[in-house]
């Protein structure tokens, strides 16, 4: 299958799933980051704000920071992405409607992550993953100072044996699906 056929099949299941799958999918994918020996020695977690079809994390960014991780979430800024410290009280409805930071976030440079969790369309267990073809993330990752430990997120279902790849998509270090 070529990627925008991955996309396809992958956006019509994830949108399939009922509201009561996805909670109980996405309370099993971050238990298990929860119990990663990276995600309990960080203390700087990068990770997103979820679109409706992802794993949801508005709980979860919550419960990080009050358990004294320090959180940063993406804002697309044009054609890049940047990150910036978690604040529930300054996001604002952003690209691709998508809660991000506002103007008076602050940044949180990429060499001050320690983790991220990061979302995608299909992966496998070697860390291959599949975005949604914009390249966000694969830019990020490549920047020279970014040196956080990564792993992707999906439901089971988007696990998959083999993906496309091209020389710009960057591998994760480990991949959690629930």
């Known amino acids: 299958m070529d990627k925008s056929k991955i996309r396809a099949a992958m956006r019509q299941r994830n949108r399939a799933l009922a509201a009561e799958e996805r909670e109980a999918a996405s309370a099993r994918i971050f238990r298990q980051v929860e119990k990663h020996e990276r995600f309990l020695g960080a203390e700087v977690v990068a990770a997103f704000c979820a679109l409706r079809d992802e794993p949801t994390t508005e709980a979860v960014l919550k419960r990080w920071a009050q358990q004294g991780k320090r959180v940063a979430v993406p804002r697309v800024e044009g054609e890049q992405m940047r990150f910036f410290y978690y604040e529930p009280s300054k996001l604002v409805r952003g690209a691709f409607g998508i809660e991000e930071p506002g103007e008076e976030a602050e940044l949180c440079p990429p060499c001050a992550m320690d983790l991220m969790v990061v979302p995608g369309v299909a992966f496998t267990a070697e860390?291959?993953?599949?975005?949604?073809?914009?390249?966000?993330?694969?830019?990020?990752?490549?920047?020279?100072?970014?040196r956080a430990y990564t792993i992707g997120v999906g439901y089971a279902h988007q696990?998959?044996?083999?993906l496309p790849a091209e020389e710009h998509d960057?591998?994760?270090?480990?991949?959690?699906v629930g």
Request: no cysteine; charged share 30%; aromatic share 12%.
């Open 127 to 146: 860390g291959d993953r599949l975005g949604r073809g914009k390249g966000y993330y694969d830019k990020y990752l490549s920047q020279s100072d970014f």
């Open 170 to 176: 960057r591998q994760l270090d480990a991949v959690i």
């Open 159 to 162: 696990l998959m044996e083999t």
